[in-house]
């Protein structure tokens, strides 16, 4: 295992114990309750999360504060993906090497179990123990509300729903995964600079456009010629139903460029933080050298 494979597993191992202990235990059904376990503790790389937390210490943001913000990423981003393998959506039986939420349990539960997750994120984000500044505390509330709503990813969900009856630009699709993929990733970026309380929100912005484009690139790559069992999950899906992809527009090598470029770009955007930016800069580079 790479050194940055290392890395990353070491901080799932750790975020993963905070996380689960955040899932409140009383006053609702056991079966609900179950479930929420069940969906966030089947694994998963914890990305969304890592960045943040790396962008927050970078600003030199206290750790407590920024894992609430991280869970509460992640906490949306298992919401989405438990709602995308349903029957209505992507249906599928497999998610993370594991059974799918409502193959464990059934439809009901899965959607229940989303709606709960997106829930707490908000509950966990407004508490004082995120921030003591209630300004702070609202404008993650906002970002995170417009990077996960019909403007956002929920937006760039029904996109792609429509995009499996007709064919889309290149500009459609660009679209579709800035909303889909990239509005989590610049929340994930964003939220340092929100809770340190400084003004260089533009420079993470930008960083997170580059490589939440990447990401995807990366993810349709992915799709075609990963590994199912690496990826824990179907693969060759677009292709068997005819989607249109970033790879069907820009073909496999120059995909590759292409996100090669945008690593690039992204990594630059990093340079006036010199050798605070090591390790964000290693986790960057992971985003298209991954494997799952
Ligand atoms: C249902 C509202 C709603 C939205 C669903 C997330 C999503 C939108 C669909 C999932 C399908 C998909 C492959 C999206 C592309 C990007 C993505 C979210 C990949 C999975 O993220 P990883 O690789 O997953 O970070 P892990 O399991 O490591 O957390």
């Given at each position: 295992m790479k050194q940055i494979e290392k890395f990353i597993s070491s901080f799932a191992k750790e975020f993963d114990h905070y996380f689960l202990d955040l899932i409140p235990t009383n006053n609702y059904s056991r079966q609900l309750h179950k479930a929420m376990k069940y969906s966030i503790s089947v694994?998963?790389?914890r990305l969304r999360p890592l960045f943040l937390i790396e962008i927050s210490k970078m600003l030199g943001v206290k750790r407590n504060r920024a894992l609430r913000a991280a869970a509460a990423i992640e906490l949306i981003h298992c919401y989405s993906l438990v709602h995308d393998d349903l029957p209505a959506m992507d249906?599928?039986?497999?998610r993370r090497g594991h059974m799918t939420c409502h193959k464990k349990f059934d439809d009901a539960t899965a959607i229940l179990v989303g709606d709960a997750f997106q829930s707490l994120a908000f509950q966990i984000l407004s508490?004082?123990?995120?921030?003591?500044n209630s300004e702070v505390r609202c404008k993650l509330i906002n970002q995170l509300s417009i990077a996960a709503g019909a403007s956002g990813m929920v937006g760039g969900q029904m996109l792609d729903l429509a995009a499996e009856k007709k064919k889309l630009t290149l500009d459609e699709i660009l679209l579709l995964q800035k909303l889909k993929t990239g509005e989590l990733f610049k929340f994930s970026c964003i939220a340092g600079p929100i809770l340190s309380e400084l003004r260089n929100i533009k420079i993470f912005s930008k960083y997170a456009k580059s490589i939440g484009l990447a990401f995807q690139i990366k993810d349709d790559l992915l799709d075609i010629e990963g590994d199912e069992e690496k990826m824990g999950k179907k693969t060759k899906k677009d292709s068997s139903r005819g989607k249109e992809t970033l790879i069907s527009f820009y073909g496999v090598e120059n995909a590759k460029k292409k996100s090669e470029e945008l690593i690039k770009s992204s990594k630059d955007l990093l340079k006036p933080f010199g050798l605070k930016a090591k390790c964000l800069i290693d986790l960057t580079n992971f985003i298209i050298s991954r494997n799952n």
């Open positions: 694994g998963g790389k249906d599928d039986d497999l508490d004082k123990k995120t921030h003591p």
